[in-house]
């Protein structure tokens, strides 16, 4: 009898460690799913914020004021190339961008070796830029290093912050 219920015994401990290792199994294949899932995520949200930003050019490229100013948080601040002082808010930064390519034609920026960074529901965005165009028919073309914030709200992110420093000509 005795040997009946240690044969029992070990049986059922057999099948508990099955049904432990079954399980452990199952909850690391949940949780690299979870991760790849959130990796993926993260991947999606980099590639939405460059977009956004590119789609922030475009814009200006096609001169579409208001399709630029949908991409703009209330809430903007910018340090821009020229500015001595912080400039804040959207209509500001509407107004200013409105005023430059009223004035301005073939504008096309270019965005070089961008890195994003999400933290929850903000994004930040380093890249170097290389633009040209024209302003009252003289032309332009400058090269420089920015940093920008974005926030998501409803679901679109929106450029809350951005810092814009030139880069010297090449001797």
Known sequence: MAF????????????LTVFTTVSSCNNMDKQSNIHENTSTNIE???????????KMWAAIENKDIDTYASFVHPNFSQFGEYDSIIKLGKDTEVKGIANWIEDSDNIHTEMIDPIVIIREHVAWITYYWSDHGTTKGEPFASKGKST?????????????HGHYTLLPPPN
């Open 148 to 160: 920008r914030i974005f926030v998501k709200e409803d679901g679109n992110w929106l450029c809350i």
């Open 44 to 54: 999606a949200e980099k590639v939405a914020v460059k977009n956004t930003l590119i």
């Open 4 to 15: 009946k219920r240690i044969q029992t015994s070990i049986y059922f401990t057999a099948i």
